[in-house]
């Protein structure tokens, strides 16, 4: 299929959404360079952030811990563990176990967590009930197959955050490389009105989805009345991923584990093959945009990023065994699961307006400009 590409960065109409002006230049890098940008504050100097984690170090006193931060095996997750310990915060490394961990994530983790003595903690999921989930969005044929994980994964850290009275999460997120992704590709997990229509459709009762629920009121119910902040390191420094893997394999054996977000199976099977097969979207492209817009990269770099097929690296037919045989269905259900139509967040009811509001009236309370697409 021949997508319309922008002409400022490379997303393209592979997301049902996008927009473009009479230039050609789409919404995404113009909303990104207008009002995203502005959220990354990379203060050579480092007294932005040294202020931050001040807050932090000073919301717990009195604590056993100054954080919380989820760790994953990847570059940016471990590489707030390493900023935080350097500046002296007392963390609490916290993995959400979802049975999907690359060996090398494993490894990486408890290599960085070892060699900065940092404590630890596994949020281990029911996985009959997990895997019944991942089914059901897997049959709901939309993007977000991995929205049981991302919503886990905010459950997992909060648990922690609330059980030992922290008041501060720190997550690897970062607009640098992160500010480009379009709500067609990745629609808000925190909307369970949409999630159990997408279990519904997908043969799936609600109630297997209990261990990994962390919807709006959730979110509002952990930032307004327990006053638990999530804050991201990453966009106070000049964020270079590749320097800082290069940091992490010479001083803490950490392994790269192939792609981006290769720490997972599950989530490499999606985003490299699943999404692109199915919905024809990308992920490369808007990590590409981000970095691009940010100024990282310039514009033939981004595209010949794209010349080769996402999972040209990958053994297809053997992963897809993998894939149906960890989650106990066929190797005939898999493939028909992909090669059915796409759908997208739009084609099931949601709360996407109602959870739009809710999000412009916290912002507005507290100051706050918009960063992300919700």
């Not at 994953?72 to 350097?86: I, K, P, Q, T």
């Not at 709360?351 to 919700?374: A, D, E, Q």
């Given at each position: ?34 009002n ?8 050579l ?65 408890k ?6 003595d ?9 996985w009959?009930?997990f ?12 993007p ?27 997550a690897?997120?970062n ?6 992704l ?10 369970m ?42 966009n ?139």
């Amino acid at each position: 299929m021949n997508y319309q590409i922008c002409v400022r960065c490379v997303m393209d109409s592979s997301d049902p959404e996008i927009q473009f002006d009479d230039e050609g230049i789409c919404n995404h890098c113009t909303d990104y360079l207008q009002n995203r940008i502005h959220g990354v504050k990379p203060d050579l100097s480092g007294q932005e952030l040294a202020k931050l984690m001040d807050r932090v170090r000073s919301a717990g006193k009195g604590r056993k811990y100054d954080c919380v931060v989820g760790v994953s095996g990847g570059v940016d997750s471990s590489s707030v563990v390493r900023l935080a310990v350097s500046h002296g915060l007392r963390v609490l490394a916290v993995h959400m176990d979802n049975g999907w961990n690359s060996p090398i994530a494993v490894q990486n983790i408890k290599q960085l967590v070892d060699r900065l003595d940092v404590d630890y903690a596994s949020y281990v999921l029911p996985w009959d009930d997990f895997r019944r989930s991942q089914i059901a969005f897997l049959r709901g044929s939309v993007p977000e197959a991995e929205t049981p994980t991302d919503i886990t994964i905010q459950r997992a850290v909060h648990h922690y955050a609330l059980k030992e009275g922290v008041k501060h999460v720190l997550a690897g997120g970062n607009i640098s490389s992160e500010g480009i992704l379009p709500a067609s590709w990745h629609y808000n997990s925190r909307d369970m009105r949409y999630n159990y229509a997408v279990m519904k459709a997908g043969g799936c009762h609600r109630k297997h989805f209990k261990a990994s629920r962390f919807g709006v009121l959730d979110e509002a119910y952990m930032k307004v009345v327990r006053s638990i902040k999530t804050v991201y390191p990453l966009n106070f420094i000049k964020y270079d991923k590749d320097a800082e893997r290069s940091i992490l394999e010479r001083d803490y054996g950490w392994q790269y584990y192939g792609s981006k977000h290769g720490e997972s199976r599950f989530t490499k099977f999606i985003q490299n093959y699943y999404l692109f097969v199915k919905h024809g979207i990308d992920y490369r492209r808007a990590t590409a945009s981000s970095e691009l817009c940010f100024g990282k990269i310039d514009r033939t770099q981004a595209l010949a990023r794209l010349e080769q097929l996402p999972y040209h690296d990958m053994d297809i037919a053997a992963e897809l065994d993998y894939v149906a045989k960890k989650l106990q269905i066929s190797r005939e259900e898999l493939d028909e699961i992909v090669a059915a139509p796409a759908k997208w967040y739009f084609d099931y009811p949601n709360n996407r307006k109602l959870l739009g509001l809710v999000y412009s009236t916290y912002r507005l309370i507290h100051g706050k400009k918009k960063r992300s697409n919700f």
